[in-house]
């Protein structure tokens, strides 16, 4: 139900913009968060945004370089990532929690970001 893409391999310094389309369920009414987990490290929460795009959150390792942002007619969620370094190197996935609830609802598969030096 959530289709992520848009990762890849990329020089340091360079950019990537995520994209997360959701389906089967009423995307307006989800917050949505993009996660990442590199090898041999916790899953960790890199940003959000609330249901209706009005609140954001950024991890500080990412504050200042990613954005994220929403588009409800689209039911997609997008992460551009500028100024990438190494160890932003990850795959990335998307999440979907329903206004109210304490956890994610519905993950993504998954998309491989990698950044080299």
């Known amino acids: 139900q959530l289709q992520a893409c848009g990762g890849g391999l990329v020089q340091a310094g360079g950019s990537l913009r995520l994209s997360c389309v959701a389906s089967?369920?009423?995307?307006?009414?989800?917050?949505m968060g993009w996660y990442r987990q590199a090898p041999g490290k916790e899953r960790e929460l890199v940003a959000a945004?609330?249901?209706?795009?009005?609140?954001?959150y950024y991890a500080d390792s990412v504050t200042g370089r990613f954005t994220v942002s929403r588009d409800n007619d689209k039911n997609t969620v997008y992460m551009q990532m500028n100024s990438l370094k190494p160890e932003d190197t990850a795959v990335y996935y998307c999440?979907?929690?329903?206004?109210?609830?304490?956890?994610?609802?519905?993950w993504g598969q998954g998309t491989q970001v990698t950044v080299s030096s």
């Open positions: 999440a979907a929690r329903r206004n109210g609830a304490s956890k994610y609802d519905y």
């Open positions: 089967g369920l009423t995307f307006r009414t989800y917050n």
């Open positions: 945004i609330t249901s209706g795009g009005s609140i954001t």
